[in-house]
């Protein structure tokens, strides 16, 4: 093409075009008009100047095509270039005019080059084009395995990805439940930091008389601990040297500025309970095997870095679990331990000799001996300051360590072998020889409700965590044979569409019906719907928490069965054991069992499905306790296993 033909015909058209395609763009108020004077003014979202979708130029693709064009001719190389130069400067119609039709003129093999080309132009970072807070929204329906490769892609990618406001999320998700879509659910770990935590909340909220006890408790400790290792008493230190006070507080701060801890993602906090999720799930721990007592363990209990064990040889046992060793034997008892529990301060048991201890157990001191009972104490459960125990005499006593009152419960038939107390709801569980549940208001010293179905002895309940909500097939009904384990001969048969009075009737307290036969099919979920099935003691007073919603027990039946102590239903029964359950343990992801076949076995409390086994012991499996990262089990060959699955860089 000439000079002279170029300018009368590209030269015009780039003039045109150029100014208003490079023209800057207006504030919003102007777009409008701008739009109407010029439609073709207008970029689309892939070529606007300041939109981030442009992306910048391929520059493998540059020398490959500089190097195509270098190998033409002068002639050819400039009108190749003016080609370009007026596509590049026409407006959006005239670039569809432009493109149909050399559409039209491409054969198959253009038509598949062209192709090929589209695809790879047609993708765009659409994540690093978006803003960030709807970026980190859509990469918040990914799963874990998804997002950890997105953060594989770029680095703005792994930005996003990695970024606190996605982990939370998946932490929110998962940490403490069962994710719904998943399936997996990750333990919470460092439940001690976090009772700790929630206390200190709640005492900031206490005004000032709660600071006032935090200091006076600290204080308290403080002295103790200073006494138990045999340091002079706080009296003394105060005498020190002022300047020798300062200079240790100096440390002390500077100490404290150092050790300090420091804030970790996220993501961090995530991976770490993924990996013992992922242990847990494969079956990967470390397996320790504590020996010390000379007969068979009988009860256990498990918190943190403690273990507390008790047996028929009369001793109670505290075991480091970190270093494996036994740190302290609390000796008073003269009969067996059947049952134990502590807490950071205190310890009770209750033993084959009628008696209830209570210990400090970080010095191995009995603090004071109940003889309330006039048989064996075979269980002891304590929640804030009331105690609760059960025996062979076949009573329930409650120990009020405020008001230091006691009084007894009766109703049970044979030995009771485990006891719970709810403080909140003021109600303790009961489990019996006579295969009965019980629910027990404490108010008015009466039973709310029996649950009736096992067959066998029942060894424990087992309160379930206020997060545990069934599978919704099991709350849209029960099978027909829990259905027919629930049925209760109580001097009559009640219909299923039951009337207001019936029900009060059937939840009111001194009833010994599970009334399971006498209640829809479906059950109610709103504390207002179930509030009138806990009699009338619940109904008079609406600010009174409700009982625990679901419970597990375990019977010598080799079964366990999930219970809803609302309605009295037998939600689910669960079958594994060859033999008898002796001990049951659980949290909002799994349970665990121990039974007189030798195996414990964990549980999905959700579908019922067990999901390991584990052998190993020599004798029954009479106790279990269950952590986070830890499993324990006591046996009646006298030794306790001890399943970490913690990651091996811890």
Known sequence: MSSVLMSKTVTPFLREHIPSIYA??????????????????????????????????????????????????????????????????????????????????????????????????????????????????????????????????????????????????????HVNRKCTKCGWGLPLLERKKLRNYTRQRQLAKGGPQGRVTELADSHDSQDR????????????????????????????????????????????????????????KNSRYKLSVLKGHENGVTCLQLDDNILATGSYDTTIKIWNIETEECIRTLVGHTAGIRALQFDDSKLISGSLDHTIKVWNWHTGECLSTFAAHTD?????????????????????????????????LKGHSDWVNSTHVDIKSRTVFSASDDTTIKLWDLDTRQVIRTYEGHVGHVQQVLILPP???????????????????????????????????????????????????????????????????????FVADESRPLPPRYFMTGG?????????????????????????????????IRVISGANDGMVKTWEPRSGKCDATYTGHCGPVTCVGLSD?????????????????????Q
Not at 383 to 407: C, M, P, Q, R
Not at 640 to 648: D, E, Q
């Open 376 to 408: 064996s104490v075979i269980s002891v459960h304590f929640d804030g300051h009331l105690l609760a125990s059960g025996s062979s005499d076949k009573t329930v006593k409650i120990f009020d360590f405020n008001s230091k009152e006691t009084y007894c």
């Open 225 to 280: 601990s200073v006494n138990q290792h045999g340091k002079r008493p706080a009296a003394e230190a105060e005498e020190e040297d002022p300047i020798k006070k300062r200079q240790c507080m100096a440390a002390a701060e500077a100490s404290k500025a150092v050790t300090q801890p420091k804030t970790r993602s996220w993501k961090a906090v995530y991976r770490d309970r993924w990996q013992v999720s992922y242990n847990w």
């Open 629 to 649: 990262s830890l499993m324990a089990s006591g046996s009646e060959d006298g030794t306790i296993r001890l399943h970490s699955f913690k990651p091996c860089r």
């Open 24 to 173: 800057p763009i207006g504030k919003p108020g102007n777009q409008e008009t701008a739009r109407a004077e010029n439609p073709n003014s207008k970029y689309c979202y892939r070529h606007h100047p300041d939109s981030k979708c442009r992306r910048a130029a391929d520059k493998a693709k540059m020398v490959m095509i500089q190097s195509e064009l270098d190998k033409l001719t002068s002639a050819d190389q400039q009108a190749v270039t003016h080609v370009w130069s007026l596509f590049s400067a026409a407006p959006a119609r005239h670039r569809d005019l432009m493109l149909q039709g050399i559409l039209s003129q491409l054969c198959f093999p253009q038509l598949s080059f062209v192709s090929r080309e589209v695809n790879e132009a047609l993708k765009i970072d659409f994540i690093s084009a978006l803003p960030v807070e709807l970026a980190q929204k859509v990469l918040c329906y990914l799963d874990t395995v998804s997002l950890t490769k997105a953060a594989q892609v770029s680095q703005r990618w792994r930005t996003l990805a990695d970024s606190d406001a996605v982990w939370v999320r998946m932490c929110e998700q």
């Open 467 to 537: 997060e545990y909500e069934p599978d919704e097939e099991v709350l849209n009904g029960a099978s027909q044979d829990n259905q027919d384990a629930m049925s209760v001969s109580s001097g009559g048969s009640g219909s299923p569409s039951m009337s207001h009075a019936q029900i009060e009737r059937a939840g009111s307290p001194g009833s010994h019906s599970s009334s399971h036969n006498l209640l829809p099919s479906s059950l109610p979920s709103g504390d207002e719907d179930v509030r009138h099935l806990y009699g009338s003691a």
């Open 556 to 588: 010598l039946d080799s079964t366990m069965r999930l219970w809803d102590s609302a309605t009295g239903r037998c939600l689910r029964t669960l079958f594994g054991h060859l033999e008898g359950v002796w001990s049951l343990a659980g949290d909002t």
